[in-house]
């Protein structure tokens, strides 16, 4: 049952990416692993916002799920030829789920939030109960979707497998890019050697909290960053830029403190600074006001359970 659902999940949050880049990126997307990240980011969307109104109950949960899936089964044609990279990465996945325990964590705080998303919505003060519950993450929100029919809550382990499926993925098809067009400099061989940090590294279930998960965005972000940086066109893909911002978007969500790592962006705001049309172009967007809400959201959850914007920052406390 539980790799039943395993697969049921992949293709669905495959076909909330597929939606995203469609109706609000129109980038045309091809690497598979950021279609999975544009999956992930809508689906927490709607995790959050839904968590003020509606408990994640086994009935909600499956109508999510099952529209995810059948937007994939609609637009399967795309996935033809590179359906069995899926396949093979996260079949060797499957070993990362049963090789070792959950983290340390997970007993402590990270499976009784999630729980809690799905009995309760709107709860306010939760930082009382437990520090834990005083650092939220969208581990937490995610996992509260597998709350599904005959499993229970035995799913809610599963979210780290994905971010390091898809974080795979995208770093397989870059490498598989340069390679192709026989171009050998340095983002090859960083994005070789993160590969392989990422898969020694980080391989055991017990070691993702949210941390891990968050290491692994942040190295796929600094690698695009300077694919971006290091292009010999012109021309900035604009599309690129906005790919960054969800990406670190994710990121502030899997740990609110990693709002930090915005300063990552200056290298790349410094070039749009005098181009309007750029400029212009990221203020009509509606991916642009889409991470926005997100980050929105994060503040919110962060107020309503400690009373801080950002804890434990002491000046954002009320």
């Not at 940090?197 to 980080?202: D, E, K, L, M, V």
């Not at 993702?208 to 960053?225: F, K, P, T």
Request: net charge positive; charged share 10%.
């Amino acid at each position: 049952t539980l790799l039943i659902y395993y697969w049921l999940i992949i293709f669905s949050i495959i076909g909330y990416g597929i939606f995203f880049d469609k109706f609000f990126l129109k980038a045309k997307t091809k690497n598979l692993g950021f279609i999975g990240i544009y999956g992930i980011f809508t689906l927490l969307l709607i995790s959050y916002f839904s968590s003020f109104f509606i408990a994640h109950t086994k009935i909600f949960n499956s109508i999510i799920i099952l529209f995810g899936f059948a937007n994939f089964l609609n637009n399967r044609d795309i996935f033809n030829k590179n359906l069995q990279k899926i396949l093979i990465i996260f079949s060797f996945l499957i070993i990362f789920i049963f090789v070792s325990k959950n983290h340390d964590d997970f007993p402590y705080y990270h499976f009784p939030y999630t729980h809690l998303l799905t009995e309760y919505s709107g709860v306010i003060g939760l930082g009382n109960f437990t520090h834990g519950f005083k650092t939220p993450s969208s581990v937490f929100y995610f996992s509260s979707l597998l709350h599904l029919p005959f499993v229970e809550y035995y799913l809610f382990h599963l979210t780290p497998v994905f971010f390091l499926g898809f974080g795979n993925l995208i770093l397989f098809q870059k490498i598989e890019k340069f390679l192709k067009d026989n171009d050998t400099n340095f983002i090859l061989y960083l994005s070789l050697l993160s590969i392989i940090f990422i898969n020694i590294f980080f391989y055991r279930l017990a070691e993702h909290g949210s941390d891990r998960s968050a290491m692994i965005l942040i190295i796929v972000l600094i690698i695009e960053l300077l694919d971006l940086t290091n292009s010999k066109k012109n021309i900035l893909n604009k599309f690129s830029f906005l790919k960054l911002f969800i990406l670190i978007t994710l990121i502030i969500s899997l740990k609110t403190f990693y709002i930090l790592y915005v300063i990552l962006l200056v290298p790349i705001l410094t070039n749009f600074l005098n181009k309007k049309s750029t400029l212009l172009f990221f203020m009509k967007n509606n991916v642009t006001y889409l991470c926005l809400i997100f980050v929105l959201m994060l503040f919110t959850v962060n107020f309503f359970n400690t009373g801080c914007i950002i804890y434990p920052v002491k000046f954002l406390c009320f």
